[in-house]
Nanobody, 117 residues
Framework: QVQLVESGGGLVKPGGSLVLSCAPS????????MGWYRQAPGKKRELVAQ???????IYADSVKGRSTISRDNAKNTMSLQMASLKPDDTGVYYCYVAVGGPLQSYWGGGGQVTVSS
């Protein structure tokens, strides 16, 4: 069974930073894109950042300029660096990978990020 495991979440003070990592249990081929979603309490899941197979990136307006998504093909991992964290960044962060055509997505179980003083 394919698993994606998120790590790096936790409690962070406002203004702080963190790095979320995502490690799939298998090496994916024909990756179309991969990225991170988050879901805050009482809100819909929203895209945070996405990176395509050719390195193109997309960021939510709320994190643009203070977040960087990257992938390490050699290590088969993906990371999301976030700085200047705000309480609104609080939520469960999910990594995902979309492969193939038609696309099939695989999701991690989610990791909690809490931004609070």
């Amino acid at each position: 069974q394919v698993q994606l495991v998120e790590s790096g979440g936790g409690l962070v003070k406002p203004g702080g930073s963190l790095v979320l990592s995502c490690a799939p249990s298998v090496r994916f081929f024909n990756v179309h894109h991969m990225g991170w979603y988050r879901q805050a309490p009482g809100k819909k899941r929203e895209l945070v950042a996405q990176i395509t197979s050719d390195g193109g990136t997309i960021y939510a307006d709320s994190v643009k300029g203070r977040s960087t998504i990257s992938r390490d093909n050699a290590k088969n991992t993906m990371s999301l660096q976030m700085a200047s964290l705000k309480p609104d960044d609080t939520g469960v962060y999910y990594c995902y990978v979309a492969v193939g055509g038609p696309l099939q997505s695989y999701w991690g179980g989610g990791g909690q990020v809490t931004v609070s003083s």
